[in-house]
Structures are given as structure tokens and as C-alpha cells.
């Protein structure tokens, strides 16, 4: 946020998140009057106080202020912090199902795993193969293009962002 003030927001999206296709407009018209935008259902957190009600796999934040301040308020809940025990109990007393809900689901997950697979094998639109390649591929880019900011500190680069095995110099003319 500091680093890159020129950016009006930040979409936190976990790996397995397919992105949608939006106008350049979405975020400015939408949520102009937010500063933070997440997925849940009202419900749960407001009548049930279920901790499974907010999906936090994928949100929005404007980089302003307000938005610094709730991500140092969020990083003293962190296991490095010295108040993590503090917030450990006010999270576990206001979300009564936390330990719960793993309970319920951990026992179901090796039969859900079969019955997809069983699902998958029978239904050609969901084989994820293409999917795990196509991952593969951007993964491997994404990991050499990061290895490129530090080889080119000594002068060297992966040319092919697919091609991990094969280091070039850095021509002396190629942009810094």
C-alpha cells in the first residue's frame, strides 16, 4: 500500500479463485463509498456469529488510511504478535463454532474426495488436467520471473519464463 500509493485498490484473491471479467469502471461505481469489501452472508454473522459466515479467500481493500490501520489492527491477531493469546480467546468466545465446524467436516472429507473423483472420471467438463497445466505453467513463469529480480542483480536472467534449467547474461543494453 505505502509502496504503490498511485493504486486506488488492492483485490486479495487466494490461488484457487477463478477471476471474473469486469469493466473498468466496477470497483469506482460500485464500492465508492467503502474502503473494504468481502464476501458473507448477514446471518451468520450477525444473528448466528458464525466465523465460516465471511469468505476472506477473496476481497477488496482501497489503499487509503482507514485500510493501513485495519491491517496493522489484523496483524496483531498473528501467531508472531504478543497479543495473539488475547485475540485467540476474544475470536473463540464471539465465534462459537470454530472448533466445531472442522470437527464436523474433517471425518466427511476422504468420502467427499471419492465422490468427486468418481464425479469427475464420469463428466469430461470437470477432468481438471488442462486446469493443473495450464497452473503449472503460470506457477513456473511466476516463479522465474521472480528468480529474474535477483539474478539480474548479478547480471543474469531466465530469457524463457517457462524454461527454469537455462540461465543467459543480461544483454548490456536490456532495460533496467
Not at 500509493?5 to 469502471?25: A, G, K, L, M, R
Not at 476481497?59 to 485475540?87: H, T, V
Not at 470437527?103 to 467427499?112: A, H, M, P, R, S
Not at 516463479?143 to 543474469?156: E, I, T, W
Request: charged letters at 25%.
Amino acid at each position: 500500500m505505502v509502496a504503490h500509493p498511485e493504486t486506488e485498490w488492492i483485490w486479495w484473491v487466494d490461488s484457487d479463485v477463478v477471476p471474473p471479467t469486469w469493466t473498468s469502471n466496477f470497483l469506482t461505481d460500485r464500492y465508492k463509498a467503502h474502503n473494504f469489501v468481502v464476501h458473507g452472508w448477514e446471518k451468520l454473522i450477525y444473528e448466528q456469529q458464525s466465523w465460516t459466515s465471511i469468505n476472506a479467500g477473496v476481497f477488496l481493500i482501497r489503499n487509503c488510511q482507514w485500510s493501513m490501520d485495519l491491517m496493522e489492527a489484523w496483524a496483531k491477531m498473528g501467531p508472531q504478535s504478543p497479543e495473539y493469546d488475547k485475540w485467540g480467546e476474544i475470536l473463540r468466545t464471539t465465534f462459537k463454532d470454530i472448533p466445531g465446524y472442522w470437527v464436523e467436516i474433517v471425518g466427511t472429507l476422504d468420502n467427499i474426495t471419492d465422490k468427486y473423483l468418481g464425479i469427475e472420471k464420469g463428466e469430461a467438463r470437470l477432468r481438471r488436467r488442462h486446469g493443473e497445466r495450464v497452473s503449472e505453467s503460470y506457477a513456473k513463469k511466476a516463479l522465474n520471473f521472480a528468480d529474474n529480480q535477483v539474478l539480474r542483480k548479478y547480471g543474469y536472467m531466465h530469457k524463457d519464463l517457462l524454461d527454469s534449467s537455462t540461465v543467459f547474461p543480461v544483454p548490456f543494453d536490456f532495460p533496467a
